[in-house]
T-cell receptor, first 111, second 113 residues
Framework: RKEVEQDPGPFNVPEGATVAFNCTYSNSASQSFFWYRQDCRKEPKLLMSVYSSGNEDGRFTAQLNRASQYISLLIRDSKLSDSATYLCVVSGGGGYNKLIFGAGTRLAVHP | DGGITQSPKYLFRKEGQNVTLSCEQNLNHDAMYWYRQDPGQGLRLIYYSQIVNDFQKGDIAEGYSVSREKKESFPLTVTSAQKNPTAFYLC????????????FGQGTRLTVV
């Protein structure tokens, strides 16, 4: 079993749609959680951290369920510029801060 | 500007050659990482370092070597023992070992010719 698993994608949605990405992780001792965005042939960039109480940043909402070891990202009112690959990242879990990346879910927003 | 810089952006290697990828950061971060990304795949951890003069193997360390002699520098050497080195290599850093977010360099595309 992979340490971090994500929806396979790709997700093809029209502008204005709401889309949700899911992610599960295997290490129950993991302590920090993030969503990164990666554009084609570019480096990943931090989109948002994920907090236990859930958090929102504009059109983006992240949720964490520690009991189920599950993380989600909701994007409302999708824009063409949201087209990218979204990476779920988990770190911690005893000892070193080792960041583990999911394989990513590709989002394509069309007019 | 503060940030993390990788060089070169593109690198071509002949069979049997060792090559070294540079990664420098001026963010005063303690932790640094090297990842490899293959087309259509996620990032895989090669090596990571939590502090100067210390580093640990990641999931795919075979055929690679690193050093961490200075806080700001974490070069990666791709040796001839790495049988399939063509990939996108990403260096990252984070503030410390307490699970803080990572910032990435722009990456190096290595191609074996």
């Amino acid at each position: 079993r992979k340490e971090v698993e994500q929806d396979p994608g790709p997700f093809n949605v029209p502008e204005g749609a709401t889309v949700a990405f899911n992610c599960t992780y295997s290490n129950s001792a993991s302590q920090s959680f993030f969503w990164y965005r990666q554009d084609c042939r570019k480096e990943p960039k931090l989109l948002m951290s994920v907090y236990s109480s859930g958090n929102e940043d504009g059109r983006f909402t992240a949720q964490l369920n520690r009991a189920s070891q599950y993380i989600s990202l909701l994007i409302r009112d999708s824009k063409l510029s949201d087209s990218a690959t979204y990476l779920c990242v988990v770190s911690g879990g005893g000892g070193y801060n080792k960041l583990i990346f999911g394989a990513g879910t590709r989002l394509a927003v069309h007019p | 500007d503060g940030g993390i810089t990788q060089s070169p952006k593109y690198l071509f290697r002949k069979e049997g050659q060792n090559v070294t990828l540079s990664c420098e950061q001026n963010l005063n971060h303690d932790a640094m990482y090297w990842y490899r990304q293959d087309p259509g795949q996620g990032l895989r951890l090669i090596y990571y370092s939590q502090i100067v003069n210390d580093f640990q193997k990641g999931d795919i360390a075979e055929g690679y070597s690193v050093s961490r002699e200075k806080k700001e520098s974490f070069p990666l050497t791709v040796t001839s023992a790495q049988k399939n080195p063509t990939a996108f290599y990403l260096c990252a850093s984070s503030r410390d070992s307490r699970n803080t977010e990572a910032f990435f360099g722009q990456g190096t595309r290595l191609t074996v010719v």
